[in-house]
């Protein structure tokens, strides 16, 4: 009897058990299927087991389509060129062999067999260190990327317009400074002088404003080719004599016996001249600077001064868009505070890292590296902007 009994409370206990996770997965199906984004669960043998409505509707399927099937047959993703993305390349292939989460943009494929630019998350299920299935998480970037090029695009046709008159009132001062319109007295060259330094002034504006909107959407070109940083940071250097010599600030370069490195010359020179160009302005008259390129398990190029040095309350901020230190400001009103950001936005693009230590009174020292095998190519609609003018 004793026994009958005890099955009959085994059979209540696995009853409540069940109950217990069949509301579990209850709750876990409303949850997934109340989130705003797109929503796939698999099994450990790739095939759909959750799914909600509006990973549904953003691919055109109907929700018993893709439950049981395989993931990766039914959910397809396409390459800049259309081809499929094969299965090893995949994101959800990718977080079960290296057992964890993968984050990266692709192309899916919709039922009508177009393609949409999405932001994918996948996280594995891992038991007894086993992948046992995996969730991936979603969205639809059309909107996004749409909203992107319209913003890039008038601020590209807003540049050109205000460059066209900001080159007519540079020629026609550069005229009246070369004595094309009569001799000029001391007043009225201080006067031009002032025209011309702040017409440069809004046109390296213009192409800060217009870099950082196309670096933000991330279409900017990552053109790969083999750079010697030595002489790199030499021409950056000679580019910035005028600057340095106006406050007597001494410049000196720490070359590497060997700096070659594949990497995009142009934003890597955007970035240093970023950081010379900072060191320059908030260095006192008659101050030093000394950039110095070294190779270690990482190529690093330092960039340290000996100016008014970064507040402890600024250090959070420093690569902040239009953030500006109260003592930078004290010392040049001219800054935009986009120099550093942009710094921070380049060394993203190229999988660079970028620090820095600072002591109020003492100076600044920039850090920027890069992986000794170099930047990898990325393919972007435009290519980083350069002030002309």
Partial sequence: MSGSNNSQATIVKLKRQLADMQKSYAKSSELI???GEAVVVTNEYGKIEIVNELCGQILGYKLNV?????????????????????????????AFLNGSA?????????????????????SPFIFNNVPIGAIEVFRDLTDEITREQIQSEFIALASHQLRTPLSAINTYAQMLSGGYAGKLNNRQTNFVSVIESSTLRMNELIH???????????????????????????GVINSLTSLADDKAVDIKLEACPISDIDTDPVLLRELINNLIAN???????????IVKVEIQDRVII?????????????????????????????????????????????????EGDIWFDSEVGVGTT????????????????FRLEVPKL
């Fill in 102 to 122: 993968v984050t990266e943009r692709a192309c899916y494929l919709t039922s009508r067999n177009t393609a949409i630019p999405v932001a994918i998350n996948v």
């Fill in 33 to 35: 299927s109340s989130l």
């Fill in 208 to 234: 800060s404003l217009l870099n950082v909107t196309r670096l933000e959407a991330g279409s900017i070109n990552v053109d790969i080719i083999p750079v010697d940083i030595n002489e790199l940071c030499a």
């Fill in 302 to 350: 330092s960039v340290c001064d000996n100016g008014f040095g970064i507040p402890e309350l600024a250090k959070d901020y420093i690569f902040s868009k239009f953030y500006r230190a109260k003592n930078a400001v004290k010392h040049d009103v001219s800054g935009t505070g986009l120099g550093l950001y942009l710094a921070k936005q380049i060394a993203d693009r190229l």
């Fill in 366 to 381: 920039f850090y920027f590296s890069l992986p000794v095998v170099g930047s990898a190519k990325k393919q972007g609609r």
């Fill in 66 to 94: 893709l439950i049981g099937k395989r993931y990766l047959a039914v959910i397809k993703a396409v390459n800049e060129d259309g081809s499929l993305v094969e299965p090893m390349d995949r994101a959800i292939t990718r």
């Fill in 279 to 289: 060191s320059i302005k908030y260095t006192p008259h008659g101050g030093s600077v």
